[in-house]
């Protein structure tokens, strides 16, 4: 065998194993998922898939309220202190309405404050379902309204809560 043939062979190899190395490229391009399904494979092959959100169901709080622990409403509304007031005849200037009252009031219906028209054309009253579903998201339950507020997910939560608002008052609303 002489050099010619040598290289011959040699180049014949190299170019065999070129060949099958790009094909090889070419071919996972080809079945690689992200290259044709986009997004949704991407996910699916980062792993087991997502499972699904659960669906937005919102949980009742009227069957919670009479056990509802008031301390614990009291203790969880300091949050809304930062936007509410919650006496009487406050004195203090907030950016949300006073919230005396409210169970059972009218929607926009503490005087003198400016509410966002959303709520303004909400209309109707605060009943106990009615706080539940803006207790728990605000923005989806009064589209539109100016409180900025993430909404409280447990509905043991929103209970206590509610059941303390409903004792601010003189006569506070029967419970349901
Ligand atoms: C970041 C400020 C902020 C926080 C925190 C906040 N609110 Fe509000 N809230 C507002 C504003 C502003 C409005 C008026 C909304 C409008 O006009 O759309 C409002 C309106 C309301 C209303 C309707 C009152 C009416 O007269 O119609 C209720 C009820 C209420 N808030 C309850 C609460 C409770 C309970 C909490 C605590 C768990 C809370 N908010 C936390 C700002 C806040």
Same mark, same amino acid.
Request: hydrophobic share 45%; charged share 20%.
């Given at each position: 065998?002489? +050099?010619?043939?040598?290289?011959?062979?040699?180049?014949?190899?190299?170019?065999?194993?070129?060949?099958?190395?790009?094909?090889?490229?070419?071919?996972?391009?080809?079945?690689?998922?992200?290259?044709? +399904?986009?997004?949704?494979?991407?996910v699916?092959?980062?792993?087991?898939?997502?499972?699904?959100?659960?669906? #937005? @169901?919102?949980?009742?709080?009227?069957?919670?309220?009479?056990?509802?622990?008031?301390?614990t409403?009291?203790?969880?509304?300091?949050?809304?202190?930062?936007?509410?007031?919650f006496?009487?005849?406050?004195?203090?200037?907030?950016?949300?309405?006073?919230?005396?009252? @409210?169970v059972?009031?009218?929607?926009?219906?503490?005087?003198?404050?400016?509410?966002?028209?959303?709520? @303004?054309?909400?209309?109707?009253?605060?009943?106990?379902?009615?706080?539940?579903?803006?207790?728990?998201?605000?923005?989806? #339950?009064?589209?539109?309204?100016?409180?900025?507020? #993430?909404?409280?997910?447990?509905?043991?939560?929103?209970? #206590?809560?509610?059941a303390?608002?409903?004792?601010?008052?003189?006569?506070?609303?029967?419970?349901?």
């Open positions: 065998m002489n +050099t010619f043939e040598i290289n011959k062979i040699v180049g014949a190899f190299l170019l065999a194993s070129l060949t099958a190395t790009s094909l090889g490229m070419i071919s996972r391009i080809l079945v690689s998922p992200k290259a044709f +399904t986009g997004h949704g494979a991407v699916a092959t980062a792993g087991a898939p997502k499972e699904a959100a659960p669906p #937005a @169901v919102l949980e009742p709080i009227t069957p919670l309220l009479a056990a509802a622990p008031l301390d409403g009291e203790k969880l509304a300091k949050q809304c202190l930062q936007c509410h007031t006496e009487k005849a406050p004195t203090k200037k907030t950016i949300g309405p006073n919230l005396w009252n @409210v059972g009031g009218k929607r926009a219906g503490s005087a003198g404050f400016k509410y966002s028209p959303a709520m @303004v054309n909400a209309g109707g009253d605060w009943g106990y379902d009615e706080l539940n579903a803006f207790l728990a998201n605000p923005k989806a #339950a009064v589209k539109g309204t100016a409180m900025t507020f #993430a909404g409280m997910k447990k509905p043991e939560e929103r209970a #206590a809560v509610v303390f608002l409903r004792s601010l008052s003189d006569s506070p609303k029967p419970l349901p």
